[in-house]
């Protein structure tokens, strides 16, 4: 079917806003602060072969559909958590999926599917992440794909079982129907789509979408991947169990017009949670959307592009792994999963790549009891640096995540015995550069009640690198400081199970961020303003831009002597620019 640009417009933005309309029903229905408030949830409307259309995170639907074929009716709802029973499309236990089938006048037409982080599944500690677990069996209750809705009835049983297995039943169970809620307001939207358009039109629309985007990928594929190998190698700190650092090596090359994404090379699967079960197709979409936003940020972000990538996954390896190996703590291998992917493409086309970033999902959990017995259970996602980039400046304590933003601190200190002492981005964090590198940020909790905190962090011991003669970034680091003492206690990146006590204050500090560019070339001016905004010493300005910063204002003639001596004493910049790294890798 011909269609003309108009409607074809008219369907993509109608999808599009049917997509963000997901979210702000999940927003307004959900009760935990890390749906509710940070918006750790993933949105998509599919095709009727369950091909992403719009969305984030892309489809694993495929592979549900090989378990139910045809077998599938009006009304109904699967919800699942199991990574190894749905092949990776979700990749560890607290994403609770939910996935609807889409029908218009009886005929399938697609597929409504979102996931969210579930703060707590079960298993051995509060979060169902533990830091040292060896194996899935510790990290939560498992539920392959199941019917929660079969025709529009609500199965009661598969809830109560979801449910019993949680220490915060309620909260689980309002985040969940706010999933289901999601995905039925796009099926509305899409049947309201056909209703306006025609069926067959909505399903030419979606078919036109996806073959524009491998239009656009095709001429990408043929600009930026180069036919000759190029390869990049980044690290995970370690494993929670004392193991690490670990390799991730990844190599990019053309083959004709398919470009192939290789992981050969990188670790094999680790003891401790910190593997990564990646969907072959989730893979290729993290590529394709590297390149769409790096390369042409115009193009619609779907799957379209699927069949001109090859991905290589060796078995047992961190991205990987084999049954029953620990998923919990797998953020540390995705996130740096980027920064090699950056490191990759920027050997083709460096003016157009970035830095490495804070390289985790930094998570902060206090359990216990309140004044009145109730327990309680807060959890929260921190953020880090977000890259020095062509573009400019890194964002300093920002998310690697789409839509995600920080919990506000009047919801905390609120509903969770704590105080939020202070929240600030840590100075000489961001790599210096041209375009400077995020800051990572120092969050002080401050408890009220005894109880028990984990932690999960990661970029303390390898710092994220900076690019074309961007410096790196700093790293990070946790201290605790116990009450009636100003003396703080160091804490190890990963850790569950720190008994607090009230008045015991937690610092969190996240890494920064590489920078981009030659620090010398940046304008002094803007350096001064670092230094007046706090993120930036005059110490580091001098040694790292060569600016002199007097009163808050850059000294003109001092800047310019002190840059022509450290220019000829450095020569010229370096392309990757990695610091100091533990003597094991």
């Known amino acids: 079917m011909q269609l003309d640009p108009v409607t074809l417009d008219l369907i993509e933005n109608a999808l599009k806003n049917a997509r963000f309309e997901m979210d702000e029903v999940v927003r307004r ?45 009006d009304g109904d709802v699967f919800i699942w958590n199991d990574p190894y029973a749905c092949k990776g499309s979700i990749s560890h236990n607290n994403d609770w999926c939910v996935m609807l089938p889409v029908f218009h006048q009886g005929t399938l037409v697609g597929f409504s599917s979102i996931f969210g982080h579930m703060i707590d599944v079960g298993g051995k500690v509060p979060g169902s992440m533990p830091a040292d677990a060896r194996t899935i069996w510790e990290e939560g209750l498992r ?12 199965n009661q049983g598969v809830l109560d079982i979801m449910l019993n297995n949680s220490r915060t039943p309620d909260t689980n169970r309002s985040d969940m129907m706010a999933l289901i809620a999601g995905c039925r307001t796009a099926a509305v939207r899409v049947c309201e789509i056909c209703d306006r358009f025609g069926q067959d039109v909505y399903v030419a629309a979606c078919q036109a979408l996806l073959d524009r985007t491998r239009r656009a990928m095709a001429v990408l594929i043929a600009k930026y991947i180069p036919q000759v190998p190029v390869s990049f190698t980044d690290y995970v700190d370690d494993d929670g169990r004392g193991n690490g650092p670990f390799r991730m090596t990844l190599s990019i090359y053309r083959d004709g017009d398919i470009a192939v994404f290789d992981w050969t090379g990188t670790d094999a699967q680790a003891e401790g949670p910190i593997n990564f079960l990646i969907h072959e197709g989730l893979c290729k979409l ?12 115009e193009i619609l972000f779907n799957e379209g592009f699927y069949d001109l990538f090859r991905v290589v996954l060796p078995e047992g390896s961190l991205l990987n792994p084999r049954f029953p190996a620990a998923l919990g703590n797998r953020l540390n291998t995705h996130t740096r999963f980027f920064d090699c992917q950056a490191g990759a493409l920027g050997q083709q086309a ?36 977000v890259p020095g980039r062509p573009r400019g400046d890194g964002f300093d304590g920002h998310a690697w995540w789409p839509l995600f933003s920080a ?11 704590v105080i939020v002492e202070s929240y600030r981005p840590v100075r000489d964090s ?23 905190v984990s932690i999960h962090d990661d970029r303390e011991t390898v710092p994220p690198w900076g690019i074309n003669g961007g410096l790196h970034g700093g790293t990070s680091s ?28 937690v610092v969190f500090r996240t890494a920064g961020s590489g920078g981009w560019g030659d620090p010398l070339e940046r304008p002094p001016a803007s350096v001064a303003r670092d230094v007046r905004y706090g993120v930036v010493s005059a110490e580091r300005a001098a040694t790292d831009y060569g600016v ?4 808050g204002q850059a000294d003109a003639a001092a800047t310019e002597a002190l840059r022509a001596t450290q220019l000829q004493a450095r020569g010229p910049a370096s392309k990757f620019d990695f610091g100091p790294r533990p003597q094991t890798i």
């Open 430 to 452: 961001g790599g210096a550069g041209l375009h400077r590198g995020g800051c990572g940020i120092e969050k002080i909790y401050r408890v009220l009640a005894a109880g028990d």
């Open 478 to 505: 946790k201290h605790i400081i116990r009450a009636g003492s100003d003396t703080p206690e160091s804490v190890p990146s990963k850790i569950d199970n720190l008994k607090v006590m009230p008045g015991d204050r």
């Open 407 to 417: 919990t506000p601190l009047e919801y905390i200190e609120n509903y969770y015995p």
């Open 350 to 385: 460096p003016h157009l790549s970035m830095a490495a970033g804070y390289g985790t999902s930094p998570h902060f959990i206090y359990t216990g009891q309140d004044a009145d017995g109730r327990y309680f259970q807060l959890m929260e996602l921190l953020f880090g640096g």
């Open 548 to 551: 002199i910063v007097v009163g």
């Open 29 to 73: 229905v959900s009760l935990s602060p890390v749906i509710r408030e940070q918006h750790d949830e993933f949105p998509m409307i599919c095709d009727a072969a369950g091909r992403m259309v719009v969305g984030q995170f892309g489809s694993y639907i495929p592979g549900v559909l090989e378990r139910y074929g045809a077998d599938l009716a």
């Open 286 to 297: 993290f590529f394709g959307v590297y390149m769409i936003m790096a390369y042409d940020p």
């Open 143 to 154: 539920v392959p794909p199941v019917r929660i809705y079969e025709g529009g009835r609500l």
